[in-house]
């Protein structure tokens, strides 16, 4: 297989994911390669890829042309199964089949969340850069009123150029620096920030993301103070802190939509925090910022054998980030819980 092969071949993967394949050695692998076929083929003997398979034959996965969160429990581990499968791969053929192969079979934010995934942290993609993913799933970029127009201009086939106006009133202060907010640039950064280090990373994947608490702190807090230092620049006050008895002064409609679903939800002005049934309630969200709250004024965390962890030392906030964001490195996920990610720890 030649390099522009390589290089093109994740790109015509992604290309209309939500439609079938339109490239000839992508539609013969989807039609011809059987995953199970060759177990020799897999570091794990086909584990990963029979699991898969069993799964889509008993009915269980998600249904195309229906909306994927990487925040329900069930439609992440779909999606993870998948990468399992692409990690798996021993030969960049092997993984390119399979990609193929389930593309055309399993959802496509799933297929499409696998792949890039796989690609940055498989040594076979080493090398591969993808396309943004403001081009693979503009619609969670850029608002419904230029998606919209892009469709009309697309039906009637008069190519245009369309600006995409801020969301909100000018009545409303925030309004100021929507477009820090609402920068296709930063946002599709911080989406692949969080594929670079995952909350649901296990080092059974090969490796150790090393440092991946602090460098979670450390991003989060330049976002941040850069959006203070542009709200200061807009003679707006920095941020206020989030108070669970005080209600969100300022309300948002981000006007994103699903590509199946309709759009994303909205923020009415004066929101109070509420009970949410089956998925989480305000007050385990208060005791688990007052137990992370307790962690750093002692100066320790406690692990879930009971030990103490020492947060007084250079390892301390690698520590503290892995229990705010509570990945899987979090050493006491039960006991901190969830602060950032609440539903997917149900």
Not at 103 to 128: D, K, M, P, T, W
Not at 282 to 303: F, K, L, N, P, S
Request: aromatic fraction near 14%; charge should be negative.
């Amino acid at each position: 297989m030649d390099v522009d092969s390589v290089t093109c071949l994740p790109c015509y993967l992604l290309y209309r994911s939500t439609e079938p394949l339109r490239f000839d050695e992508l539609e013969a692998a989807a039609a011809n390669f059987h995953p199970d076929a060759d177990t020799s083929l897999y570091k794990d003997d086909g584990v990963a890829a029979k699991r898969l398979l069993k799964e889509l034959e008993d009915h269980r996965l998600l249904e195309k042309h229906h909306w994927f969160s990487l925040f329900n429990t069930r439609q992440r581990e779909e999606a993870l199964m998948l990468f399992d499968v692409l990690m798996n791969s021993k030969t960049w053929e092997t993984a390119v089949n399979n990609a193929a192969y389930f593309r055309e079979r399993v959802n496509e934010g799933e297929f499409v969340y696998a792949l890039y995934a796989a690609v940055i942290h498989s040594s076979l993609g080493e090398g591969i850069v993808l396309p943004p993913l403001y081009e693979v799933t503009p619609h969670m970029f850029t608002n419904s009123e230029v998606i919209q127009k892009a469709y009309t201009a697309k039906m009637t086939q008069t190519p245009g150029k369309f600006r995409m106006e801020f969301t909100g009133s000018q009545k409303n202060p925030e309004q100021r620096v929507a477009y820090f907010g609402e920068d296709i640039g930063m946002n599709v950064h911080h989406v692949t920030w969080h594929l670079d280090f995952p909350f649901w990373w296990n080092d059974a994947y090969g490796y150790h993301l090393d440092r991946k608490g602090e460098l979670f702190f450390w991003a989060h807090h330049q976002l941040t103070v850069r959006f203070d230092a542009e709200r200061l620049s807009n003679n707006l006050d920095v941020v206020d802190e989030l108070y669970w008895d005080k209600p969100i002064k300022e309300g948002f409609a981000p006007h994103t939509t699903y590509r199946y679903g309709g759009e994303f939800p909205t923020r009415p002005d004066n929101a109070r925090f509420e009970d949410v049934d089956g998925i989480v309630r305000v007050r385990d969200m208060i005791i688990h910022e007052t137990r992370i709250r307790d962690a750093i004024a002692q100066g320790y965390i406690t692990a879930a054998d009971g030990t103490k962890i020492d947060i007084r030392n250079s390892e301390g906030i690698d520590h503290l980030g892995d229990i705010i964001e509570s990945s899987l490195y979090s050493p006491n996920a039960q006991y901190y819980g969830c602060l950032l990610y609440t539903s997917r720890c149900v």
